[in-house]
Each structure stands twice: as structure tokens, then as C-alpha cells.
Nanobody
Framework: QVQLVESGGGLVQAGGSLRLSCAASGRTFSSYTVGWFRQAPGKEREFVAAILRISGTTYYTESVKGRFTISRDSAKNTVFLQMNSLKPEDTAVYYC?????????????????WGQGTQVTVSS
């Protein structure tokens, strides 16, 4: 199975930046659609961004559009989420996930593999 290892979370002031990494073992990430989701305490897991397998097309939830960028480094078999202009409402545990779908990239139920999550806390 694909194993996903996340890193890069931490505490940052509002307006600051973080870069999250999701490194995969097993099959190359180019064979999978990779998504980032986040979950705050007591809330549903929320779609953040996705990069589609093969095509590399990217999608974002409206609240992060223009601030977050998802990218893939195929040589390192790693997907990144660059987060700029962070806001307190971005505070959550962030998860990366992988699946084989071309559609339904906004639905957590469509992903097959999940990372352990990394905490992002944005102070005001």
C-alpha cells in the first residue's frame, strides 16, 4: 500500500506562511490524485486543494484560492501545499490523501490513502 508521511505544520502568526509536505512511498504520486483536507475540532473534514493524477490539474476551495498552492515534485515523490497569507480560520489539522479518481476530488470518501495529519495553528 501507499504510505503517506506529512510534515511542515506548526505555529505561525496571521499573514505568515507555511509549506506542508506529503511524501509517499510505494507507487509514484503521478499515478494518484492527491488532495489536502483540513479538520478543526468539532468540525467536518474540509476539502482544501487537489492535484489530479496524470494531468496535474489543480483545484482549490474558494476560501484558499489565491493564497494556497498545491504542487508535485515527481522526482522526490512529494506533494506540497504552500500556504501564504494565513488567517486564524485556517487553523486545523491538515491531512494529505491519495486516490485514483479523476473526478470527485473534493470528497474525502473518494480517497484511498491518508497521512497522519499535521497541526497548523495561526495566531491573530
Amino acid at each position: 500500500q501507499v504510505q503517506l508521511v506529512e510534515s511542515g505544520g506548526g505555529l505561525v502568526q496571521a499573514g505568515g506562511s507555511l509549506r506542508l509536505s506529503c511524501a509517499a512511498s510505494g507507487r509514484t504520486f503521478s499515478s494518484y490524485t492527491v488532495g489536502w483536507f483540513r479538520q478543526a475540532p468539532g468540525k467536518e473534514r474540509e476539502f482544501v486543494a487537489a492535484i489530479l493524477r496524470i494531468s496535474g490539474t489543480t483545484y482549490y476551495t474558494e476560501s484558499v484560492k489565491g493564497r494556497f498552492t498545491i504542487s508535485r515534485d515527481s522526482a522526490k515523490n512529494t506533494v506540497f501545499l504552500q500556504m501564504n497569507s494565513l488567517k486564524p480560520e485556517d487553523t486545523a489539522v491538515y491531512y494529505c490523501a491519495a486516490g485514483r479518481q479523476f473526478v470527485g476530488w473534493e470528497l474525502a470518501s473518494n480517497y484511498d490513502y491518508w497521512g497522519q495529519g499535521t497541526q497548523v495553528t495561526v495566531s491573530s
